[in-house]
């Protein structure tokens, strides 16, 4: 028999050898009723949607905290950054099982053999590699980052944001190329049988729930009842990261509410930032550049009119915890150092190194009267982990954003080297 892929190759493509035809990778390796193309679709299709999902909060994160000239991110609702990236990062662990069903309903053709009949769907089979592998890649360092651990030479925040990038592109040309498979596979039975060319007895058997002690396979409405529940419980575990009763489920999440000094979570502690001693220094003194330059005491700052906010901590990594804030408004300060009514400023740590010492504060988040120079954490004085003697909270911005132990307010973005 001549396939259609000799005739571009104008030989015949040789069999893989017997000795990697075993076990697992054998024809016909565990038989199950759920190998279908309308199974495969279904489960593809809350996949892709998750990924979509993902793809695109993923993206408003980091235009926020690498913002290109025409982004704005608004300084409300306060909570909005909190949801987008609580979403992200909860549905992109609800993926991880979804992937393994999705890779389960349609494992015979993974080993398929000639690879692929026609170029296209060449095309097709290697988007499913680039997927699987951006995907796997994109759900594991994920995985390790959100645990704290960073193992890799490479930044996270770079590899995680490219690999987004050829993911989404993978799911595009995979959809495409198996747009004809997809259709028949989300079409009613009925319709499905037609186009297939299969008989509606064939469609009912190939649907069937096999009976489980003849092939070891599950039922259908087993199979569907684990996935969900499987992904909803991984869902569950970074729920517990925002919310309380839900803590104890936590397990893939190493930050629970509640916990912390003061009752909230720290990433970065004042001795790992290696402040302990300068941010105790009486000689402390907050520095805002600008007009009328100004240097505050910490009795300086007290003496500025106190507001109290209650806002939400919301962490790259998916945690988010709320508090009351209270301080001067940053943009009384500013008012007093002579900057215009949003003017746009970066702020600036004590802390010598690290990746989150300095942030851009932007014009809807200078102007805000809900952005604080925190001195206090729920009526009590900063504990040094929350940022003392003074830090940036404002509104719906990545908690990464909301710098602590700050040393110096400056007009315009942070830029390389400042
Ligand atoms: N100077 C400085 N500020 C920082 C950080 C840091 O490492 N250094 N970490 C940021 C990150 S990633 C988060 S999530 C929040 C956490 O604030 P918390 O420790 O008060 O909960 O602080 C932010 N502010
Ligand atoms: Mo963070």
């Known amino acids: 028999m001549t396939r259609p892929l000799d005739k571009v190759l104008g030989a015949r493509l040789p069999d893989p050898p017997d000795a990697l035809r075993r076990g697992p990778l054998a024809d016909g390796a565990f038989p199950s009723p759920l190998h279908t193309e309308r199974r495969a679709s279904r489960v593809g299709v809350w996949l892709g949607s998750g990924f979509v999902v993902c793809f695109l909060t993923g993206l408003i994160s980091h235009l926020i905290q690498q913002p290109p000239s025409w982004f704005v991110w608004p300084a409300g609702p306060v909570w909005l950054y909190r949801v987008t990236q609580g979403t992200h990062v909860m549905v992109g662990l609800a993926l991880i099982p979804l992937l393994l069903v999705k890779l389960w309903t349609v494992y015979p053709k993974l080993f398929s053999w000639p690879p ?8 097709g089979r290697i988007s499913i590699l680039v997927l699987v592998g951006s995907a796997v890649f994109m759900l594991v360092t994920g995985l390790i980052n959100i645990s704290q651990w960073y193992p890799f030479g ?21 959809v495409g190329s198996y747009a004809p498979q997809i259709r028949r596979g989300l079409a009613r039975r009925g319709t499905a049988a037609s186009v297939a060319g299969l008989s509606p007895a064939e469609v009912d058997a190939a649907y069937a729930t096999t009976d489980a002690e003849e092939t070891g396979a599950v039922s259908r409405r087993a199979f569907v ?26 397990v893939l999440a190493p930050r629970i509410p509640g916990v912390g000094p003061q009752g909230l979570p720290v990433n970065q ?6 402040v302990t001693e300068s941010a105790v220094d009486p000689a402390f003194r907050l520095v805002v550049e600008g007009p009328t330059p100004l240097s505050l005491s910490l009795a300086d700052l007290q003496a500025f009119p ?28 500013l ?10 400023v970066h702020v600036e740590s004590i802390q010598t190194g690290g990746s989150y010492r300095v942030s851009t504060v932007g014009r809807p988040h200078s102007a805000s009267d809900k952005t604080l120079l925190a001195l206090q954490l ?12 003074v830090r940036l909270i404002a509104p719906n911005r990545p908690g990464a954003m909301q710098t602590k132990w700050l040393g110096r307010i400056a007009p315009g973005a942070a830029g390389v080297g400042s």
């Open 116 to 123: 692929a009949a026609t170029p296209a769907k060449a095309v």
């Open 154 to 174: 490479f930044s996270f925040k770079v590899a995680h944001y490219w690999t987004g990038w050829v993911a989404v592109g993978a799911v595009l040309t995979h």
């Open 225 to 250: 009842t684990t996935a969900a529940v499987a992904t909803g419980a991984v869902a569950l575990t970074q729920w517990g990261q925002t919310i309380s009763p839900l803590a104890q489920v936590s």
């Open 269 to 274: 502690t004042g001795i790992t930032a290696g």
């Open 306 to 333: 106190q507001h109290t906010e209650r806002l939400p901590i919301a962490c790259v990594e998916g945690w988010s915890a709320s508090a009351d804030w209270t301080g001067p408004r940053l943009r009384d300060v």
């Open 335 to 344: 008012d007093a150092a002579g900057h215009p009514r949003g003017t746009v």
């Open 378 to 389: 729920n009526g009590v004085e900063l504990d040094i982990d929350h940022g003392y003697p």
